[in-house]
């Protein structure tokens, strides 16, 4: 079975790499994106996980990246 992923979207480097640090630490597997279009471009669907996203992101907000995925099924 596939372990499941975090996906980790934050735009500010130095958060994102402590981020990723608690997280690992703690056991999971990690994908991190600094924006929304990164993550749109690679994320896959077929694969269990959770979402963490920055609230305010530069392209849209956590909350529209959130809903455009929904919206991509």
Do not use: N, W
């Not at 608690?22 to 991190?32: K, N, R, S």
């Amino acid at each position: 079975m596939t372990q499941p992923t975090v996906y980790l979207v934050e735009d500010d480097a130095a958060v994102r790499s402590s981020l990723i640090r608690i997280l690992e630490l703690e056991g999971y597997h990690v994908e991190a994106f600094a924006g929304p279009t990164q993550l749109l471009t690679q994320y896959d669907p077929a694969k269990p996980g959770c979402l963490v996203l920055d609230l305010r992101l530069p392209e849209m907000s956590g909350i529209e990246l959130r809903q455009r995925l929904v919206d991509q099924g």
